[in-house]
């Protein structure tokens, strides 16, 4: 873009409006950019869409996979079980035939045998890897008969080695008969471990066989329990042992829970899935670690045997998926018997469901899977497909970069040449608003601007001069003004104290005036020196009236500065005690250091100090007065405290004001002056003066004064050795 040129060499300034028109033609760049929105927008569309159906052709394959899955696990667990169940069938054959045939043990095996407690007759040692145990109740009577059915039972322990041998899953094989008779292996202690008298029948590892729950005949499994012979939880593989239609006995082989986890529940599963085993009245009967977490339960792999087992102890109701609301949807899907999946919501997470039922044992073998897991692909999918998203938008982004590059130069061009000049002529406004009225005008080159910042530069100028002789005129009015409230303020203050003072004295003289006029003829001489002294009191009062005046309006800190001297303190407290003739011995002096030296005006000083004692003298009634005086290494602290009545709590804090008396002061001649003059004077020296209520009534006044005054030259004076100069009268 071309600039015009004067013939001074500066650039001719240009409209503005053919700046805006060339900026209108450069906003071309907005539809080419909304052109790759919209590309990218379709993009992103098309590739949700594509994911989610890539998602639930997943969640499809993966639901049929799950379970099938499920039928193939639950296949080999119930083949592995069946397994179990048939060597059962066969102990029970061999069982039959043991009972039924006699049998004459050696002696050795013989002399392990003996009465137990209760009338049992019970196994007293033996080998766990090797014998069997024995337990005949002492619920029935034990006799020869009895004693040759243990005998029979006998042969049967190399058969139950090898069963127990024979598979990992077993971990017991046992013999109940009706009579309440057990023969298990491995070997027990059972005489601490059933109670005398047991009755085996009332147990679930023998009723579940009997001809009413069994009447076919076969192993049946029964659900988890606890193992009265210290097994802790298991399941247990059981068959009826007949002699024709008579029930001899009842067989069984027991499964731990802890066994079933190890060798049936661990199986490796895809996408990190796991199963149950949940028997036939929706008990789990057995479950693995992360089932545990997801369900928040503990397996049952053990259980402490404080005492005998003396009934049936089953899993408790919160295994059961029926009183498990999470778990309502695998409890629907085993309740209708049909080959298909459920979603489960367990810890926090999605898990999909399949179920295979068991049908040797009635039991159903659960497959649950993480759905996170299964999606895992389609994920990977998804953000394959983002990054190729990004990709082509990084592409087509550096594309629309080299293709916009000179639009881009000439907008920012067109910007600074616009923008900048704004800006200052904002910042100029700003300026004149904050009260710098004188600033420079602008020259950015374009008419209108410059236009404009000349008028803002003229009308700052404008309102700077009117600002100034505001504010001029407003000082001189506050001056004049402030000078003239504090002139009448002092004027009406003396006014009032001195004509309220002087109404007292001048009534003494002008009755003592009329009492001589009356009756001079008839007064002897000590009556008119009585008159003549009240006049001479009257006359005085009105003097220290107006010497007090005088003092107020000679006071001028700026004229009349301290002379430094060197003052010695027991100087200046003799001398201001002196102006006190009326104390007659009431002062009561106590000085630390009494040869102290300090630096001041000795006149202002002993002034000071004398208008304080004389307004304890004046307001403390008849006590004395103490006057102490304490120094430090830079501070020197006059103390001065009368026994007087004290001054109210609101007045003390005015009562170094200038013209303020209290009011308890009325029948004491001043006129407000002493106090106010002696601060001043302190504050002349860079000291102070405070008051406080004394301790036990009284006011007590504290001149505190510089050991060395700031203002004293080096060659101060030293004061004359007979005391300062200039001793002040009584200050009111």
Request: charged share 20%.
């Amino acid at each position: 873009m071309g600039h015009f040129k004067r013939t001074d060499g500066a650039e001719s300034p240009q409209p503005l409006a053919r700046w805006l028109q060339r900026s209108y033609m450069r906003a071309a760049i907005i539809p080419l950019v909304s052109i790759e929105l919209l590309f990218l927008l379709i993009y992103w569309l098309s590739g949700t869409i594509s994911y989610r159906s890539n998602v639930e052709a997943v969640a499809s394959i993966s639901r049929t996979y799950v379970s099938d899955i499920a039928t193939r696990e639950g296949s080999t667990v119930d083949a592995q079980l069946d397994g179990v169940a048939l060597m059962t069938e066969t102990f029970a054959r061999a069982s039959a035939r043991a009972l039924t045939t006699p049998h004459n043990p050696p002696a050795s095996e013989k002399a392990r045998y003996g009465r137990g407690s209760g009338g049992t007759f019970v196994t007293l040692r033996g080998d766990p890897a090797e014998d069997a145990a024995a337990f005949y109740s002492g619920a029935v009577p034990v006799g020869p008969e009895e004693i040759d059915k243990v005998w029979r039972s006998t042969a049967l322990d190399p058969g139950m080695r090898d069963i127990v041998a024979s598979s990992p899953l077993v971990s017991q094989v046992y013999v109940n008969t009706s009579d309440s008779y057990n023969r298990i292996f491995p070997y027990i202690d059972v005489t601490r471990q059933y109670a005398p008298g047991m009755r085996i029948p009332d147990y679930n590892f023998y009723y579940e066989a009997d001809a009413k729950h069994n009447p076919r005949r076969k192993a049946v499994w029964t659900d988890a329990y606890v193992d009265p012979a210290g097994g802790g939880w298991m399941v247990s593989s059981i068959a009826p042992v007949y002699d024709r239609d008579r029930l001899l006995a009842v067989v069984g082989i027991d499964v731990t829970v802890d066994s079933i986890i190890r060798q049936v529940l661990n199986i490796r599963l895809p996408w990190n899935g796991y199963a149950m085993l949940i028997g036939r009245d929706g008990t789990i009967l057995a479950l693995p670690e992360p089932a545990e977490r997801d369900l928040g339960l503990r397996e049952l792999r053990r259980h402490a045997y404080a005492d005998a087992i003396r009934s049936d102890t089953f899993k408790p109701d919160t295994f059961n998926i029926n009183h498990r609301p999470e778990l309502a949807p695998l409890a629907r899907q085993l309740g209708r018997g049909r080959r298909e999946t459920a979603l489960l919501h367990l810890s926090g997470r999605n898990l999909i469901v399949a179920s295979a039922p068991l049908p040797d044992t009635g039991w159903t073998l659960a497959v649950l899977v993480p759905q996170s897991e299964v999606l895992a692909e389609a994920d990977a999918l998804r953000d394959r497909f983002e990054l190729t998203g990004i990709v082509m938008a990084a592409v087509l982004l550096l594309f629309y970069v080299g293709f916009f590059a000179l639009l881009v130069r000439r907008a920012r061009a067109m910007s600074r040449r616009v923008g900048s000049p704004l800006q200052a002529i904002e910042a100029i406004m700003a300026r004149i608003g904050a009260g710098q009225y004188q600033q420079q005008p602008l020259h950015s080159g374009i008419a209108e601007l410059d236009h404009v910042s000349d008028r803002l530069v003229d009308m700052g100028r404008t309102l700077g001069d009117a600002h100034e002789r505001i504010l001029k005129q407003d000082q001189e009015i506050r001056r004049a003004l402030a000078s003239e409230q504090e002139t009448t303020r002092g004027q009406r203050r003396l006014i009032s104290v001195i004509s309220h003072e002087l109404r007292t004295p001048l009534t003494i003289i002008d009755s003592a005036g009329q009492i001589l006029r009356r009756r001079a003829g008839w007064l002897d001489e000590a009556a008119i020196c009585e008159r003549a002294d009240l006049l001479r009191e009257a006359a005085a009062r009105m003097g220290g009236i107006v010497g007090s005046a005088v003092d107020f309006a000679s006071f001028d800190p700026q004229s009349t500065g301290p002379q430094p001297q060197r003052l010695v303190l027991s100087d200046i407290l003799s001398f201001a005690t002196a102006t006190q003739p009326q104390a007659a011995g009431r002062i009561q002096l106590s000085v630390s250091e009494p040869e102290r030296v300090l630096e001041g005006d000795a006149a202002m000083l002993t002034k000071a100090l004398s208008s304080v004692l004389d307004n304890a003298l004046k307001y403390g009634g008849d006590g004395s007065i103490e006057v102490s005086a304490v120094c430090t290494d830079d501070t020197c602290a006059i103390t001065v405290r009368d026994r007087g009545g004290g001054v109210a709590d609101d007045e003390l804090p005015l009562l170094a004001d200038l013209f303020f008396r209290g009011r308890d002061s009325t029948a004491v001649p001043g006129a407000g002056v002493g106090l106010y003059l002696a601060r001043q004077w302190l504050t002349l020296h860079g000291g102070s003066l405070s008051l406080a209520a004394a301790a036990g009534g009284g006011l007590e006044v504290t001149l505190s004064l510089p050991i060395r005054w700031a203002g004293a030259d080096k060659g101060a004076k030293a004061a004359s050795p007979a005391g300062p100069n200039c001793l002040p009268e009584a200050a009111e």
